[in-house]
């Protein structure tokens, strides 16, 4: 997802706004969870030149399948998420203008690679335990039978180990 800024690069104070549409490579190797994206990301963005320095920001949108943390089920999320990053020529900053420094990307020429910026914003915007509804019930822990679809009949009652000793003698009235 590349933006040309060549006529912004040349005004200091100039800015734009732009709609990107596109895909992104696989989240596999980054996410703890396994993530697909089902729409293109979409971003509305407004870039701004401050001083040199590339200002975009904006909002991503995209529709995800997630698999729930509880009964493990696949389900979609649509997902909006707030960008605000800043953009620099290589060789404006010491260094070898290659890493992020102080919150500042670098970019050579007239495009700015916004793929990602915009990776790293909507992996810090994933859930950290992703359920298909507020109150799923998940998975009977002796059975494996997913409580949202049925009841499995298994014993709830927990014993606390400590204490079986206490059930037995309650058993035997």
């Known amino acids: 997802m590349r933006i040309n ?3 912004l690069k040349k005004t200091p104070g100039a800015q734009t706004e732009v709609s990107l549409e596109g895909t992104l490579p696989s989240f596999a190797e980054e996410a703890v969870q396994e ?3 089902l729409s293109p990301v979409k971003a509305d ?3 701004k030149n401050i001083d040199g320095v590339i200002l975009v920001e904006g909002q991503i949108r995209v529709e995800l399948s997630l698999s729930c943390s509880r009964c493990l089920e696949k389900f979609s999320q649509k997902l909006e998420v707030a960008i605000s990053e800043a953009f620099s020529e290589t060789g404006d900053f010491p260094g070898n203008g290659r890493e992020e420094e102080d919150g500042i990307n670098f970019f050579s020429g007239n495009n700015i690679d916004l793929t990602a910026a915009i990776r ?9 335990k992703a359920t298909c509804r507020q109150d799923c019930r998940g998975l009977c822990p002796r059975c494996g039978q997913n ?4 009841e499995c ?7 606390d180990p400590r204490l079986a000793g206490l059930a037995k003698l309650l058993e035997r009235k």
């Open 5 to 7: 800024v060549a006529d």
């Open 35 to 37: 993530v697909t994206l």
């Open 45 to 47: 963005l407004r870039l």
């Open 120 to 128: 790293e914003n909507l992996l810090a915007a994933l859930p950290m």
């Open 147 to 150: 409580l949202n679809l049925a």
């Open 153 to 159: 009949g298994c014993q709830r009652q927990e014993i």
